[in-house]
């Protein structure tokens, strides 16, 4: 072979060598871009304990059965404490509050002197069921209720009663800060009745009932 042949086998083994090197170097040397995830940024969670204040006014009806159903309204302030547990957006709680309040009436029907009906203090201990929308909670809530009712007319003794009763409503809570949240509460609180009687100035058996629409501010700190 002369030198020429030489030559073109040469070219030709070169040739062959490179084709794999060079499909090698068409291959990507990188992969595709590496796209890191969004961070998250959790809602608002709702569970734990808190603290708070309540206040706000008070109307509604009492009825002795010697006399007429009558109105009743006034004020109350207080103290309340729970703990809430989230699952989902569904939160679950319990909720316990203690209020002095002022919420009377009275009425001369069937009554000369006057009937007086008056509640002092007035607690519950409720269970609370919301849905969170992140910092924003509604919710419904219910359980017992329990307070005084007081029972008067001028010239005789009066008397008083604590009962056990019911609450039923509802509300709305939002978090305006991560520890700190500010409420409306509506509550319908029936705390049943009682039998003044003659302590009263009436006949032997004379039931003295309270019932109280409730509607209320409140502050909570959030541990």
Known sequence: MNRVGHAVVGALALAALAGPVGAADLSPRYGPPITKAPMYAPGFNWTGFYVGINGGGAWGTSRWDSTNRFDVNGWLIGGTAGYNWQLGQAVFGIEAD??????????????????????????????????????????????????DIQASTPGFAGNSTTNVGYALGGGIEFAVLQNLSVKAEYLFVDLGDFNCGLACGARTNDKVSFRSNIFRGGLNYRF
Do not use: E, H, M, Q
């Not at 002092?120 to 992140?134: I, S």
């Open 98 to 147: 203690i209020d002095a309040t002022n919420i009377n009436g009275s009425t001369t029907a069937f009554c000369n002197l006057g009937c007086r009906t008056k509640n002092n203090w007035l607690g519950t201990v409720r269970g609370r069921l919301g849905y969170a929308f992140d910092r924003f909670l509604p919710y419904v809530t219910g359980g017992a209720a329990f307070g």
